[in-house]
């Protein structure tokens, strides 16, 4: 066999949480390149320290790679899907193939940064070039620093740097072609539906195929939508659940359809003055996302790990199951909070006024630890993020960074009077709630709190 021409050596694409082909900084280079290119994405369910999506993120995570794959098809390429644990076979894809290089955007986790890490020094060391983008932050951590250059802790003066720092870098293009990298016999490739992400017995996921259309064509008009209707009221109504004010784009961010620039941008054309509000108010929601992904790239651990560590003494009692099941299940006899997790059942999200209800809820008044709800909205929401969803269970939980004081316990009915104030949501999802067949609250709000509060107690006393 002929030695392969210099310029016909790939150029490999690396696909991780960016499943999208416009402002896509990595396939742009690998477009540029001149060479042929190899999209690649690697199902790792073997390095064991990696987190694998739950349930719903992989329900997501198929679809959103059919979408891809289609998509990369048309431009002339397509995607490759291996199986194993991504250090070793990546580099191995790079032997096999000689790639003459390879290109993927950041990410910001702990596991997942030792993993590149070695990817890039071996293929440096095996002479290929090895380059990563920022592409799905807004401003990269290490660029955002206090005066005393370490991180921030709290998002106001957080916000306040990053609206400093220069502005976020326009959208790039799709590519217009591509040219597919032929891929030799050597590399075992594995079909999507063998990778076993969508369910099967049951099938639960009826819901969230009504719900949702995974994908990058849909991501588009979905955030069009949203500029077009909803970004003047969303300052004023995005609080409220039984209105569809937010943009919902949550999994289309986690999963990397649209890139936060694209969204920023496309704000910024919207801005007027009957939007000016709401379009600052909803970039300060994307900012709340930066700080998030900023405090997991300072915290790694920190989906298991309190980042306030006086936490750690919190004494939290015997777990009771039937009390998780109740939350899970949305039988708590709490209006507010059934109704939020009946909703993440059936959609995969909950509205995030509801979020906070609910996981206050669980922690403040089931007194139950916050890993557990943690890890049951991993399992069941489409947009169960790495860095989005511990953090948020830890400000909830008083541990977090900028969290909210522990002290500070959401009354559900209180909420429910408030941001439900007709009931439109809560009869959404619990249509029995005034039928007379509604249960009696598993809990006592009152004396719950005050538990809660003796508990915390022992915290204060830690430090
Ligand atoms: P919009 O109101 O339209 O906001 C736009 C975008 O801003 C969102 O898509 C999201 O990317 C970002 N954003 C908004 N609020 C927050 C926030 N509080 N923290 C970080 N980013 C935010 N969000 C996730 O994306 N994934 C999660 O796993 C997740 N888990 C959560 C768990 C709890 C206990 C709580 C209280 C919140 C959680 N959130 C999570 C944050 C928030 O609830 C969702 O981002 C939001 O409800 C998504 O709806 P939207 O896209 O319509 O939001």
């Not at 941001?419 to 809990?443: K, L, M, N, Q």
Request: net charge negative; aromatic share 10%.
């Amino acid at each position: 066999m002929s030695e392969p021409r210099e310029q016909d050596r790939p150029a490999v694409v690396w696909f991780r949480d960016d499943l999208r082909i416009a402002d896509n900084p990595a396939l742009h280079a690998a477009a540029e390149s001149g060479r042929p290119v190899l999209c690649v994405f690697v199902w790792d369910d073997a390095t064991p320290e990696l987190r694998a999506p739950g349930a719903a993120g992989r329900w997501w995570l198929h679809h959103s790679l059919v979408s891809l794959g289609d998509a990369l098809e048309r431009l002339g390429a397509r995607l490759t899907i291996l199986r194993g644990p991504s250090e070793q076979t990546v580099t191995r894809l790079l032997r096999d193939t000689d790639a003459a290089g390879v290109f993927w955007n950041r990410r910001y986790g702990g596991v997942e940064r030792r993993i590149d890490e070695a990817v890039k020094s071996t293929a440096r060391d095996d002479g290929r070039e090895a380059t990563s983008f920022g592409a799905n932050l807004l401003f990269e951590p290490w660029t955002i620093r206090t005066g005393q250059g370490t991180a921030f802790s709290v998002y106001t003066p957080f916000w306040r740097a990053c609206l400093a720092a220069p502005a976020p870098r326009k959208p790039g293009p799709a590519p217009k072609s591509l040219r597919g990298a032929a891929l030799p016999g050597t590399v075992k490739t594995t079909p999507l539906d063998d990778l076993g992400l969508l369910p099967t017995h049951p099938d639960w996921a009826e819901g969230l195929r009504e719900a949702w259309e995974p994908g990058e064509k849909a991501a588009h008009h979905q955030l069009e939508k949203f500029l077009a209707d909803d970004l003047g009221a969303y300052r004023e109504e995005r609080d409220v659940p039984g209105v569809d004010a937010t943009s919902r784009l949550s999994p289309r961010l986690r999963w990397g359809e649209l890139s936060p620039h694209q969204i920023w941008h496309a704000t910024e054309e919207r801005r007027d003055r009957a939007t000016a509000q709401g379009a600052a108010t909803f970039a300060s929601e994307l900012g709340w996302r930066e700080f998030a992904y900023h405090t997991l790239f300072e915290h790694p651990d920190m989906a298991t790990v309190n980042i306030h560590r006086e936490y750690d003494s919190f004494p939290w009692p015997r777990l009771h199951p039937s009390a998780l099941r109740a939350w899970q299940k949305g039988r708590t006899g709490m209006p507010l909070v059934d109704a939020g997790m009946r909703e993440l059942w059936r959609t995969g999200v909950m509205h995030n006024r509801v979020r906070m209800v609910t996981a206050s809820f669980l922690i403040k008044n089931l007194l139950i630890d916050w890993r557990h709800g943690e890890q049951w909205f991993w399992d069941t929401l489409v947009d169960a993020d790495p860095a989005n969803n511990p953090f948020n269970w830890q400000w909830v939980a008083g541990s977090g960074a900028d969290a909210a004081p522990y002290f500070r316990v959401f009354n559900p009915e209180l909420q429910r009077e408030k941001f439900d104030t007709h009931g439109d949501y809560v009869r959404r999802w619990v249509p029995e709630w005034d039928t007379g067949d509604y249960p009696e609250p598993i809990v006592d709000l009152k004396e719950t709190r005050q538990a809660a509060l003796a508990a915390y107690d022992a915290v204060k006393r830690s430090r």
